[in-house]
């Protein structure tokens, strides 16, 4: 009784222009992680509806189907492993009320589901999952993508806590939208950042060089051949061996002096109103000592609609790779299938080498060149030289 007490003065007094509400939404409006959306939330559903246990899913696999999602948070009192969640999803009617309703839901009670105390303590859903715990009520909020529900926030109470009230339902149901825009928010942010991973992943394994530079030329992403030939710029293509890329890894002074001269170029053409509008701009170096290093460079803008800056591609090439003018792949994608040390010695093969050269150019002995040749010709399913260089070019 006391603590219903308690309860009851504390719900008549929380609104979203309480000090308290206040100070929890603004930390969860500056959350820049689903972890620290997960910590800011906790206070914030603290403060407004107190409760005895607290379960997020966040991104549902299927919620017609499972409770399997992305990401689970739960209080201590509640963590429970995958088996738990999904035996209970066999009994729970739950989904099956959120579904039939002719309305997307965004809120709701498990009174609203059941609402005769007797009939709800009867359900296996009741009994196995719910009674263990302590608990007799929930409130849950539901978060929409389309026609699926994408996350699902749910309050556990006891039986001594009682049953949510309207003041806190409310409350939660004004709390509803600004949770929604950070959890929208946050989840975006999290699929760019894993399709980044994946393109990261994809790219590093490429057969040639690639990097992207800012507006400011500052590095955005670098493959791992681009930085084995951005050595080979700084350093020469055979003192290069002698370092590990990624330490001494800096973008070539000659390449950012050709990305600064795209730039003027832009800021040149946009500067004058009568000038058509292009899209992108590109120009074509050569190393000033070494004139098998070639980079080619492209200044992509966005279209006028986008608030992105335009940022530079750059492909960097060596004697023997097949980029031409038009930025298409530098290496035929099949070579894709072949090793750092392979690729090696098909660019001296494209360039006209002997064994005797490739040896010398590697400082391998024949006998490994011609081994490796044989390698490359069964990977690649050819039976000569001859057939390797008219296959790739």
């Given amino acids: 009784?006391?603590?219903q007490a308690s309860l009851s003065i504390r719900t008549r007094v929380p609104r979203l222009q309480d000090p308290g509400i206040r100070r929890h939404l603004l930390r969860l409006h500056a959350s820049t992680d689903v972890n620290q959306f997960w910590t800011a939330l906790r206070a914030l559903l603290g403060e407004a509806a107190p409760h005895d246990a607290l379960i997020v899913y966040l991104n549902f696999?299927?919620?017609a189907s499972s409770w399997q999602a992305a990401k689970i948070f739960s209080t201590a009192n509640a963590s429970r492993p995958t088996a738990w969640f999904e035996g209970r999803r066999q009994v729970d009617m739950t989904p099956q009320f959120v579904l039939a309703q002719r309305e997307k839901l965004k809120l709701y009670r498990l009174s609203d589901v059941i609402s005769d105390p007797g009939q709800l303590r009867r359900t296996a859903f009741f009994q196995d999952y719910l009674a263990p715990g302590g608990w007799h009520h929930l409130a849950v909020a539901l978060f929409w993508d389309g026609a699926n529900v994408c996350s699902e926030i749910a309050l556990r109470r006891t039986e001594a806590q009682g049953d949510f009230s309207e003041?806190?339902?409310r409350l939660l149901q004004e709390l509803h939208p600004h949770i929604e825009t950070v959890h929208t928010r946050l989840i975006s942010q999290e699929e760019e950042r894993?399709?980044?991973?994946?393109l990261e992943e994809f790219s590093d394994h490429l057969p040639f060089a690639l990097l992207f530079l800012n507006l400011e030329l500052k590095p955005v992403y670098v493959n791992r051949e681009g930085m084995e030939q951005c050595a080979m710029w700084n350093f020469g293509p055979q003192e290069a061996r002698a370092?590990?890329?990624?330490d001494v890894f800096r973008?070539?002074?000659?390449?950012l002096d050709a990305c600064a001269e795209l730039k003027k170029r832009l800021l040149g053409r946009r500067s004058s109103s009568s000038s058509p509008p292009q899209q992108h701009f590109d120009i074509r170096r050569l190393h000033p000592k070494y004139p098998e290093l070639a980079a080619n460079l492209t200044l992509q803008t966005?279209?006028?609609s986008s608030a992105a800056k335009p940022g530079f591609v750059v492909y960097l090439s060596r004697r023997g790779d097949t980029l031409e003018r038009g930025f298409s792949l530098p290496i035929h994608s099949m070579l894709g299938e072949l090793t750092a040390a392979e690729r090696d010695i098909v660019r001296l093969l494209l360039a006209g080498h002997s064994n005797q050269e490739i040896s010398g150019h590697l400082r391998k002995s024949v006998n490994t060149v011609k081994g490796q040749l044989t390698h490359i010709y069964k990977k690649l399913g050819v039976a000569s030289r001859s057939r390797l260089l008219a296959l790739i070019r």
Avoid: K, L, Q
């Avoid at 894993?194 to 994946?198: F, P, T």
């Avoid at 370092?243 to 990624?246: Q, S």
């Avoid at 973008?251 to 390449?255: G, H, L, R, Y």
């Fill in 1 to 3: 009784m006391v603590m």
């Fill in 61 to 63: 696999f299927d919620f």
């Fill in 167 to 169: 003041d806190e339902f």
């Fill in 194 to 198: 894993v399709r980044r991973h994946w």
């Fill in 243 to 246: 370092y590990r890329c990624r």
């Fill in 251 to 255: 973008v070539p002074d000659e390449i």
């Fill in 302 to 304: 966005e279209t006028a």
